[in-house]
């Protein structure tokens, strides 16, 4: 536990103010939890920080090389898979404060924000000008872009993830770095707009990296068009390998804003009311009457007269893989409608199930419906078992995307235990590893934050290696993020 005695407090209350450094344990507690550490062995760190500008979350990294103190970068904590876990103690750095949008920019279509700019304050101001971010949430709007980012998270069934310009952080040593031409002396004032200035796009570098080069402390994102038309086509698939056939074609049109796709556990979840959730029967008739999986394709376009073209594009790419397009009615149309309109409500009802974990599978389509297979019958081999609000054993709810192209579709099962039985918790804990384990042996490229840790092994010695000596490089002291991606480092 940390003292007001310590040099780190005494010195942090210099810089930031009493009011925002505590070493209490009921402040710390909350920005050192999320909903899967409930499953997991919990960390808590010594101090909460809470910088107010860049220049606060730069004297705290220089205050924090000085007394070696570890730092935990903490904007939202809407994770859900352990990423904020102070696992060396030391002070978690809360972002909320610099929560500024410094521009939005309409002939660029960019926005510049502070970490703690939420992606519902973000959709807010840029949808008064006409543009909106993609993911359009990445999550629940409580969290943020910057977040998300730092977190390697995206899609949520957009189709660019070629969206941060530039950015600026304090590296772990206390400079200043910035990214794409911001990089140029100067420029971060005149023209920090273009991506790939000077060797290689080092955004990328700060993408998944859980703060361990640095703290992102402003960001230049990309906004896009909020057109005349915004239509979600909801179109109906009766297993695995049609879902996935109608997404591969209608991905290859190049005409949606987003797609995105849920097995029927999913939707029903999404869907329900609340009163409808709590009623078991009710949610049963609810999901017999959703179809085995249901992909979402937004059009945005300038004129019913496009829009019209883009329709009968849809249609003829899902028809060949058993698609139908389908309207629903009632409450459920209205939930669905709002499912990636940037809405927190279906984040909520997202969250209403037992807490869980998202656990991925990232292929190419033909190797997905496979993919699935392999995952029920891990949790098969271990008597897994969970249930909807219809009181029925459910297999595991799906979200399935595509990651920008068809290089690759991501998958997301929602692995869910009950924090108040153990051998709910114990299970989880041994399907985890195995789940980590048997999905790279498929072919699986993991990028699920939070779990880097026990991956290093399977990756190549030179990549590995070319990371570390980076963070050895500017981290001289190992203070930013230690343990968080690299056990020792
Ligand atoms: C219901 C629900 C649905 C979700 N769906 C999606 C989804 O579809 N796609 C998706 O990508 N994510 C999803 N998420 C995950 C998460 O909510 C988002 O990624 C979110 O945007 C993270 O923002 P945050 O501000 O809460 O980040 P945090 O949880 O605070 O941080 C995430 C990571 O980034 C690091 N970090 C935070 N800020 C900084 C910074 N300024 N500099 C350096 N490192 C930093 C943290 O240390 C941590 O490792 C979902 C979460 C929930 C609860």
Known sequence: MGSPQDEFFKEAVKIVGEKYVSADREDIIPYCRDEVSQALKAYDSDYVVVPGTGEEVQEIVKLANKTKTPLYPYSYGTNLSGATSPRKGGAVVVLRRLNRIHKIDQETRTATIEPGVTWSKLIFEAKKVGLEPLPLGGGPHTGGPVGNFNLGGGSTG????????????????????RTGSAAFQGMEETNPYFRIAWGPNMNE????????????????????????????????????????????????????????ATNKYQT????????????????????????????????????????????????????????????????????????????????????????????????????????????????????YKMTSSSGRTIPPRIWLAPWERTECFMMEYDIEFK??????????????????QETMKYGSAQASAGFFRQMEPGLLPSYSKLLRDIKKSIDPNGIMAPSQVFKDL
Not at 246 to 255: F, S, Y
Request: hydrophobic share 45%; proline share 5%; with cysteine.
């Open 205 to 260: 570098l700060f993408r998944g990296s859980m703060g361990i080069f640095g703290i992102v402390t402003k960001m230049i994102r990309r906004l896009v068009p909020v057109r005349a038309i915004e239509e979600p086509i909801q179109i109906a698939f009766p297993d695995i390998e049609s879902v996935v056939g109608g997404m591969k074609d209608v991905t290859q049109l190049g005409i949606c804003k987003q797609i995105v």
């Open 419 to 436: 924090p108040e039985d153990q051998e709910s918790i114990d299970k989880f804990r041994q399907f985890m590893p195995m789940y980590f």
């Open 268 to 383: 029903a979840a999404i869907a329900a009311t609340s009163d409808v959730f709590h009623n078991q029967e009710e949610f049963a008739k609810l999901e017999d009457s959703l179809p085995e999986f249901l992909m979402m394709a937004k059009i945005s376009c300038h004129n019913e007269k496009q829009a019209e073209v883009y329709r009968e594009l849809i249609n003829d790419a899902i028809t060949k893989n058993n698609g139908k397009i389908i309207t629903f009615e009632g409450y459920v149309k209205e939930s669905l409608d709002m499912l990636w309109g940037g809405s927190s409500v279906v984040a909520i009802h997202y969250l209403r199930h037992e807490p869980h974990l998202m656990a991925f599978v990232y292929v190419p389509p033909h190797m997905i419906p496979g993919a699935m297979r392999l995952a029920h019958s891990l949790l098969d081999k271990l008597d």
């Open 158 to 177: 957009s189709m660019d993830m070629n969206d941060v310009v530039s950015l600026e952080a304090v590296l772990p040593n206390g400079e200043i770095f």
